[in-house]
Nanobody, 128 residues
Framework: QVQLVESGGGSVQSGGSLTLSCAASGATHSSLCMGWFRQAPGKEREGVACAHRRGDIAYADSTKGRFTISQDYDKNTLYLRMNNLEPQDAAIYYC??????????????????????WGQGTQVTVSS
């Protein structure tokens, strides 16, 4: 069983930055594929960024160039650096993890169905 705990959410003004963290336990981080998702009120949960254990990374079009996903395997932690935040980025952000599948491309891991384990989420608020 993999446990995921997010932190780092908060309130920022438009144009500001935040870094989210996701601490993983119960499995070796380097054996997992991991992703960040977000869900705004009244909207479906959407993939933001994902990272495959082989090194592939993918971003949603809406976050490409502003968000950066990274991993610290020594700390078993996944990060999401978010720059130039916009009001439409406001949402609850979730970390997710799964055992990697060898026959899936990196884009697969931007979809909810790819994941077995989820964190509780951390709130990000962006004011204009």
């Amino acid at each position: 069983q993999v446990q995921l705990v997010e932190s780092g959410g908060g309130s920022v003004q438009s144009g500001g930055s935040l870094t989210l963290s996701c601490a993983a336990s119960g499995a070796t981080h380097s054996s997992l594929c991991m992703g960040w998702f977000r869900q705004a009120p009244g909207k479906e949960r959407e993939g933001v960024a994902c990272a495959h254990r082989r090194g592939d990374i993918a971003y949603a079009d809406s976050t490409k160039g502003r968000f950066t996903i990274s991993q610290d395997y020594d700390k078993n932690t996944l990060y999401l650096r978010m720059n130039n935040l916009e009001p439409q980025d406001a949402a609850i952000y979730y970390c997710a993890a799964t055992r990697c599948l060898v026959d899936r491309t990196i884009d697969y891991y931007l979809t909810q169905g790819a994941y077995n384990y989820w964190g509780q989420g951390t709130q990000v608020t962006v004011s204009s």
